[in-house]
Structure formats: C-alpha cells, structure tokens
C-alpha cells in the first residue's frame, strides 16, 4: 500500500510536471504560429520591396542613358549655340559700332558748323547764336551732373 501511495505520489508529480511542458509546448506551439504569420507577412513586404528596387533599379538604368545622350548632345549643341550666339553678339556689335561712327561723324559736323555760325556771327538776336548759348547751358549742366553723379559713386 506504502508502495501503490508512492507510486501515485509519482505519478501525480510527475503527471504535473508533464502538464506543465505540454502547456508550454502548447504555448510554445501558439508562439510559433504568430511568428510564422509574422514572418509570412515580412515575406510579402519583402517580396514588394524587391518588386520596387527592381523598379527603381531599371528607372536608374534609364536615366542613366538618358544622362549619356544628353551629355553626349551637350557638346555639340552647345557649340553650335555658342558659334551662333557669338556670331549674333558680333554682328551687334558692328552694328552698334558703325551708328556710333556715324553719330560721331554728325556730331563733328554739328560742331564744326555751329563753330562757324559762332565765328562769323557775333549777333546776340541771331536764332543759332541762341540755340548755341541754349545748347552750350545744357552741355555745362550735364557736364555738372555727371561730375556729381561721379562724385556720389566714389562716396
């Protein structure tokens, strides 16, 4: 009887301690359903991700030909833009240089004229002795502004 109490002692003992591992191999078990569907689910998101890298990848490629073409254009546009626009800036310049040989020219004339009206004509009621005495004021005012303006510039 002492021996069938053992027993049963042992047998409860060890009953419990079997209880316990199975409730944690159950527990266990549960754990590891959640982390297969967790790592199910990063499988997915993973998956995706390559999806877009393999996307971007082959956007990247593009853009690099792309990249090529143009820098492989650049060069020759360019030089064309730049002979061209140096051509137009030149035949500008021509342009603006021949008005200001022509202006300078009629100026000297203008000059040499109203010279000879101031030499010939001392008269005070003469209209181009007044046009120069008019003209002669203007020269000297501008003159005054400019050095004013020269002198605002160097304060």
């Known amino acids: 009887m002492n021996e069938l109490t053992q027993f049963e002692g042992d047998f409860h003992d060890q009953s419990q301690t079997i209880n316990s591992w199975d409730s944690l191999l159950i527990s266990n078990g549960q754990k590891l359903i959640e982390m297969d569907k967790i790592i199910e689910k990063l499988n997915v998101s993973h998956r995706g991700l390559d999806h877009q890298l393999d996307f971007i990848i082959a956007q990247q490629k593009e853009l690099e030909q792309l990249l090529e073409q143009v820098e ?68 000297d005012v501008l003159q005054w502004m400019e050095n004013q303006i020269k002198n605002i510039k160097v304060n």
């Open 72 to 139: 492989d254009n650049k060069f020759d546009l360019s030089a064309n833009n730049v002979n061209a626009e140096r051509e137009h800036t030149y035949s500008l310049i021509e342009t603006v240089h021949n008005d200001l040989n022509a202006i300078g020219g009629d100026l000297k004339d203008f000059i040499k004229k109203l010279n000879e009206t101031k030499s010939t004509n001392n008269d005070s009621n003469d209209p181009m002795i007044q046009i120069l005495k008019i003209l002669n004021s203007h020269m």
